[in-house]
């Protein structure tokens, strides 16, 4: 009995990780052709940047630049890349700047990460820009880093400084950064 406990344990864990993979899979689908799935082997591939390590590198054809999405939207961007394996840099690390776009206005701005590692800002948005709380925002295509129209987050608060005649905004990214298994 206690055996058959055991393995029910692991084929629910299975089940979970299919589920995971169908969903990674199926939203990569939408925003590209060729993909690969990856394990995060390491979240502390780098003791001062907000980078993880995947189990794929140049052997799967993964290819520093390309773009790294999870069942939600954006995640990061392969940075380095060895034979088997590739360091990844993640939105939230607050040196990482991602072009994008606010998908109800069409304007373009730029997103950066956050010393709180769980939301993105935009740092200084020109005072009469029209963005609201619930706008949804995506990557933009230019400067061609990152594929358009993946999804990056939602923006939380947008708060505005008159002294220095600009606005920040601060962003939720739809997907838990730094905290996926699978991408």
């Known amino acids: 009995n206690i055996y058959l ?18 969903k990674i899979s199926k939203a990569s689908n ?12 390491s979240n502390t591939a780098s003791p001062n940047k907000r ?9 799967y054809g993964v290819y520093i630049g390309q773009n790294l999405i999870g069942v939600n939207g954006l995640v990061g961007q392969v940075i380095e890349t060895a034979f088997m394996s ?12 991602v072009p994008a776009v606010i998908d109800r206005t069409g ?7 956050h010393t709180n590692s769980g939301k993105l800002v935009v740092p200084y948005a020109e005072m009469g820009i029209d963005i609201v709380v619930g706008d949804i925002i995506s990557t933009s295509g230019l400067a061609n880093r990152f594929k358009a129209k993946i999804p990056i987050g939602k923006v939380m608060k947008k708060t505005s400084n008159r002294d220095k005649e ?11 950064i730094g905290e996926m298994s699978e991408l």
């Open 166 to 176: 600009f606005s920040i905004i601060e962003i939720k990214p739809f997907e838990k």
């Open 86 to 97: 590739s360091k990844v840099i993640l939105i939230t690390e607050p040196t990482h700047t």
């Open 5 to 22: 406990k055991i393995k029910l344990q692991e084929l629910n864990s299975l089940r979970d990780e299919n589920t995971r993979l169908r």
């Open 51 to 59: 980078v993880v390590s995947i189990d794929k590198g140049e052997k």
């Open 107 to 113: 304007a373009n701005i730029l997103v950066v990460g």
């Open 30 to 41: 939408i925003t590209s052709k060729k993909q690969t799935i990856v394990k995060v082997i």
